[in-house]
């Protein structure tokens, strides 16, 4: 695996590819890789000749500085990881590459994904994410993106961003990778002991409960239940949502193309996590 920290270099390395020969995957990341960001370069590896994985922890993504800063950083052991999942390239740059002095802001009109659920909670982090992922793209400039299902609403959000800066890459969304407790695997998970972990599976818990209930109850109980559960376990939830898998719109019919939604905080640690109940095409 080649490790670029510089952006020009990287860009150069790989305009000299045949792109028409070489298909490029990418797999942007924060780092402290586990099995669910290796998931998703076993995709990209299977599906393309290159597979680029860049690492970087970007600020402007973060709302609340005291997560940037205990953010975990685990830097040897995701080069032995990437290396061992055949990783080609890995872009590691320090702040300044990505957001040069000649870096233009850019505010994104992602449209009403903006401001629901994780827009409501973190303002301002999808115009972060945005600004992110549009520089890297232009860094790398892949055939393929790969992103997890783990963060359904910032998967749209990247749908929405490909659109309007009007770019052909390929977006691939990989499914969650879970714990045998079903908890989602998550870099976040590192700031919690065994037994928080253990309590963590619950959030997991409550969305199997919400679509194995599906057709039981309605969708505002199953909502209320759902949250209820988690308080009672010592939870702070931000929200428990049945939405529209399209819209992320809060949905009142349970025949609709649904994901349920859950971020909560356990002992200072947010974490979300998301199921799809149902899609319209798979019922009769
Ligand atoms: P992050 O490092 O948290 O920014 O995540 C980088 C990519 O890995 C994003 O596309 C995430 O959705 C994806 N990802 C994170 N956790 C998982 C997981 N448990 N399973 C699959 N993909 C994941």
Known sequence: ?????????LSEYLLGINKKRTTIGFVPTMGA???????LIHAAKSR?????????????????????AKYPVTTNQDIELLENAG??????????EVYPP????????????EDLL???????????????VDRLLNIVDPGALYLGQKDFQQCLVIK??????????????????????????SSRNLRLNEVQQKKASLISEALIFIKENLHKKSLHQLQAEAKQKLEDAGFIVDYVSIANTDSLKPSIDSNDSLVALIAATLDGVRLIDNEVLNSPSKQQ
């Open 1 to 9: 695996m080649i490790i670029f920290r510089k952006a020009s270099a």
């Open 33 to 39: 890789l586990h099995m669910g960001h290796i998931s």
């Open 48 to 68: 393309n000749e290159l597979v680029v994985c860049s690492i970087f922890v970007n600020p402007v993504q973060f709302n609340n500085s005291e997560d940037f």
């Open 87 to 96: 990783c080609n390239v890995l872009f590691l740059p320090e702040g300044k």
């Open 102 to 113: 000649n870096y233009i802001d850019t505010v994104y009109d992602i449209g009403p994904l």
């Open 118 to 132: 994780e827009g409501a909670h973190r303002p301002g982090h999808f115009q972060g994410v945005c600004k992110v």
């Open 160 to 185: 929405k961003l490909l659109q309007i800066t009007g770019r052909e890459t390929a977006l691939h969304i990989i499914p969650t990778k879970r714990e045998i407790s079903g908890l989602a695997m």
